[in-house]
């Protein structure tokens, strides 16, 4: 990786916000549904593009599954400087407790593709530390 696609990579700040949703998930049969909002904040000078994610979705018993695709819920959202882009989605695990984590491929307007990294964050039932 060069410096400007460190730098790039520097500008972008991801945030996710998980939550549980009781409504949606069936415990008798191990589907705990989670749902998270992303925010990825452009922090730098140059605007960017959001080409594809990929995440790791771990359970409580260490399972993995990974996730790839074009864009993020039906978008390839661009993003100027000073821009945040906001969207929900969702996971379902069989477990109460899990993790996600993973990188969204990115690309400047001048053509430079970088990742933005998704820092690992809970997927955490509600009663799942008492």
């Given amino acids: 990786m060069n410096t400007e696609q460190l730098t790039l990579q520097e500008s972008i700040a991801v945030n996710v916000t998980p939550r549980y949703l009781p409504e949606q998930s069936n415990e008798a049969v191990a589907e705990y549904t989670f749902a998270y909002t992303v ?6 000078d140059v605007a960017v593009q959001l080409l594809a994610r990929h ?3 771990t359970d409580g018993n ?12 039906g978008e390839q959202p661009h993003i100027k400087p000073g821009e945040i882009y906001q969207y929900s989605s969702g996971a379902i695990l069989s ?3 899990g993790t996600m984590e993973g990188s969204y491929k990115m690309c400047s307007d001048s053509g ?4 933005a990294i998704i820092k690992p964050f809970g997927l955490v039932h509600p009663n799942s530390l008492q």
């Fill in 39 to 44: 925010e990825i904040a452009n922090l730098g």
């Fill in 112 to 115: 430079l593709p970088f990742d």
């Fill in 95 to 97: 477990t109460k407790t």
């Fill in 62 to 73: 260490n399972s993995i599954r990974e996730i790839e695709g074009e864009g993020v819920v």
């Fill in 55 to 57: 995440w790791i979705i």
